[in-house]
């Protein structure tokens, strides 16, 4: 399964950036998908999942009030008021289940990832 994340390049501290991710037809229709990031030198965590029906949505904490999560048949990261420490290679994956998640060991699928740079 192909995934792809775009959207990723270099925002100012407060600006905004969408992220999408696509696949193809009907890969995760039925299942909950996640945005994953992994900062230089730091390991891959959870910012934010949406599960299958797109009713459900969940958050790290670090992102909550400022990331929203959704989807068609794309799924999409609306990212405002980036901070430095944002920046990182920002993944999307595909979890074995319908419910959201935020366990790597869930997800079944990864795309290769895209970069975001936030500046001061």
């Known amino acids: 399964v192909q995934l792809q994340a775009s959207g990723g390049g270099l925002v100012q501290a407060g600006g905004s950036a969408r992220l999408s991710c696509a696949a193809p037809k009907r890969t995760f229709s039925n299942n909950a998908v996640g945005w994953f990031r992994q900062a230089p030198g730091k390991d891959r965590e959870f910012v934010a999942a949406i599960n299958w029906r797109g009713g459900a949505t969940h958050y790290a904490d670090s992102v909550k009030g400022r990331f929203t999560v959704s989807r068609d048949n794309t799924v999409y990261l609306q990212m405002n008021n980036l901070k430095p420490e944002d920046t990182a290679v920002y993944y999307c994956?595909?979890?074995?289940?319908?419910?959201?998640?935020?366990?790597?060991?869930?997800?079944?699928?990864w795309g290769q990832g895209t970069l975001v740079t936030v500046s001061s």
């Open positions: 994956a595909v979890s074995r289940y319908p419910t959201t998640s935020g366990d790597r060991q869930h997800y079944l699928y």
